[in-house]
Each structure stands twice: as structure tokens, then as C-alpha cells.
């Protein structure tokens, strides 16, 4: 059990506040950032001038709709991440959440109230993982992974076969396309509610990691958790709290994708943390913990999937491709990383 304590110390100093002109100015921090928009640009350009209407209102809208979900499980990831952790259980919360949402909501229960419960069955998850990482001293790699078989195994209890949302359901109404401009013959700028969701998440976020006491504790505790501590900031309910946020968004996603795609199953999400994690990775944020950006996440999560749209459009590249090449684009960030973390250590 661990004996540290949140109280901060009697003359504890106040952290000190960065703007975030100084955290934006080009430096090694933001510079796989500014590699991943540099990334994402160069294959706009690519796929506009190979395969064409690229750079139009309906790819950006298709993009923004077919991975909401994920946008909001890598903003979940940062905070984690930020920390110097990792949550592998965010594709088995989906499962189990999606599954017990489906059930309920074919029931008859209120949709909202199903909504409610999807959501605080990631919360539930992310407290366990918290607790089991902070108060037991679990590592976080295992602690998530034991959620994640925990989550698994739930779900394959509850049903081995696909459960189906009604298509009356009000549940379905947050995938509803709403029509933004009027574009010449398909070429529409769409949105529904789940984009809006999620783009509120990333301003949320972003006001946390950046205007909060809680998001500089986050910063502190990555770039020196001993230091974090001896300068009176609480980490112990930080660190909590990170998993916490993790998993109720990972709730909130179930809530995105099933709205969007009206079926639940116990293999749902497998492989989706790991999509997340490299969202963020790709988006500049240290698997050391104490550098990104939750909108590098953003931009990391757009990469993936404007990665999938230009494999599509091309034809001739299996689907198994798009593994192969998300994990050379992660290597190469990876690499990315260690060449920062090694710089700021000769300085």
C-alpha cells in the first residue's frame, strides 16, 4: 500500500504556469508534434494528387464521423500517457459497455439512463486500474492489462454472439447526419452529434491540460514524479484521476460507437488501445511522460485514419497493409522520441 500522501506541504511552492505560446514554440518538445501535421499534410497532398477529391468537404467530414471514437479514447490516452503510464484496457471497456448498453436499451430502459451507465462502467474500470496502480503499487502495464482480460472476459459472458440496437433506438439518433453546406452534387461538409461530442472532449481537455491546476500536475508528475512530490502537488489523487478520466471516456466512446454502428459483440475494440496509444505517440506526446499535446493526439488519430481512406482509394494494398504501415510510421516516431529525450538530456 503506498504511504504518500496528497496533502501538499505546509510552503509547498506553486507550480509554475507555462503559457502556451511557450509550450507551442517550436523546441524539441513540439517537434514530433510538428512532425505529425507535417505528416498528415504531405499525404493530403499525396492522396489529392494520386487518387483525387481528397481535399474536399466530404473527406473531411467522413473522417471526422468514422473516427470520433477514436479521437476520444487518444484524449483519454494523453492524460495516462502524460504521466508516464499506459491503459490497455480501453478496448475491453468498450466491449463490456457497448454489450451492457445494447442489452439494457432493447430492455426498454430510458436511453439516457443507459447512456449514464455506459459511461460509468468506464469510470468503474478506470478507478480499479487507478487504485491497483497508485495504492498497490501494480505496474500500469499489468494493472490495465488485468482490466483488459477482466473487461474481455465479462463480455464473452454476457454473449458470444452480436447484440443489435434497435433502429428506432434513440440511442442512433447521435449518428444522425446533420448537413452543414450545401456542397455541388456529394461533395457535402456533414457533422452529427458524436463529432460534436467529441470535439467538445478535445476542448475539454485541452482547457484541463492547459488552464488547470490538475493538467500542470500532470505535466509535473511526467517530467518528475519525486519532484512533483517534494514540491507538495498531488499526485496520488492526479495519478487516479488520469485512469479515471481514461476510462470514462473509453465509456463515452462505447457510447460514439455504438450509437454509429447499432452493434455490440465481445470482440469489440480488440486492438482499438493500441490504435489509441499510437494516435498519441504519433502525436508527439513522450512515452516518458511530461511532453504533448492532447490536439497532437488529434492530429495523430486524423493520420490513421486518412491512412485507411488513402489504402482504400488506392486498391491494390491489402487491408492487412495498414498494420504494416502503422507500425512503421509509429517506429519511426518512436525513434523520434528517444532522439528528443536524448537531446534534453545533454542539455
Do not use: C
Not at 466530404?58 to 490516452?77: D, E, F, P, R
Not at 491512412?307 to 509509429?330: C, F, H, K, Q, W
Amino acid at each position: 500500500m503506498s504511504t504518500l500522501t496528497d496533502r501538499p506541504a505546509p510552503d509547498a511552492p506553486v507550480l509554475p504556469r507555462r503559457s502556451l505560446l511557450s509550450r507551442l514554440t517550436p523546441n524539441l518538445e513540439t517537434l514530433p508534434t510538428l512532425a505529425a501535421v507535417v505528416i498528415f499534410i504531405g499525404m493530403v497532398v499525396y492522396g489529392e494528387i494520386a487518387y483525387g477529391r481528397i481535399v474536399q468537404a466530404s473527406t473531411i467530414s467522413n473522417l471526422l464521423i468514422n473516427n470520433a471514437y477514436l479521437i476520444i479514447l487518444a484524449v483519454g490516452l494523453t492524460f495516462v500517457i502524460l504521466t508516464g503510464g499506459v491503459d490497455l484496457s480501453v478496448g475491453a471497456i468498450i466491449a463490456i459497455s457497448s454489450l451492457i448498453g445494447v442489452m439494457l436499451a432493447n430492455s426498454g430502459w430510458n436511453p439516457i439512463a443507459v447512456m449514464v451507465i455506459m459511461i460509468l462502467i468506464g469510470s468503474a474500470f478506470g478507478v480499479f486500474s487507478g487504485v491497483l496502480v497508485q495504492y498497490f503499487n501494480v505496474q500500469p502495464f499489468i494493472a490495465t492489462l488485468a482490466m483488459m482480460f477482466l473487461g474481455r472476459g465479462l463480455a464473452s459472458m454476457l454473449s458470444t454472439t452480436p447484440e443489435r440496437l434497435a433502429d428506432d433506438s434513440p440511442i442512433r439518433s447521435l449518428s444522425t447526419e446533420w448537413k452543414v453546406i450545401d456542397g455541388p452534387k456529394i461533395n457535402d461538409l456533414i457533422t452529427t452529434p458524436n463529432v460534436l461530442i467529441a470535439l467538445l472532449v478535445v476542448a475539454a481537455a485541452f482547457v484541463v491540460l492547459h488552464k488547470t491546476r490538475l493538467g500542470r500536475t500532470v505535466y509535473a508528475i511526467g517530467g518528475s514524479e519525486q519532484s512533483a512530490l517534494l514540491m507538495g502537488l498531488p499526485v496520488v489523487r492526479t495519478k487516479l484521476m488520469v485512469y479515471i478520466i481514461s476510462g470514462t471516456l473509453a465509456g463515452l466512446a462505447a457510447v460514439v460507437y455504438t450509437s454509429k454502428l447499432g452493434i455490440a459483440q465481445n470482440i469489440t475494440g480488440v486492438g482499438w488501445e493500441l490504435d489509441a496509444i499510437a494516435a498519441v505517440i504519433i502525436g508527439g506526446t513522450l512515452l516518458t511522460g511530461g511532453a504533448g499535446f492532447v490536439l497532437g493526439s488529434v492530429v495523430g488519430a486524423l493520420v490513421l485514419g486518412l491512412m485507411n481512406v488513402l489504402i482504400t482509394r488506392d486498391g491494390s494494398i491489402p487491408p492487412e497493409a495498414t498494420t504494416i504501415i502503422t507500425g512503421g510510421i509509429l517506429l519511426v516516431f518512436v525513434l523520434l522520441q528517444r532522439l528528443v529525450v536524448s537531446r534534453k538530456r545533454k542539455t
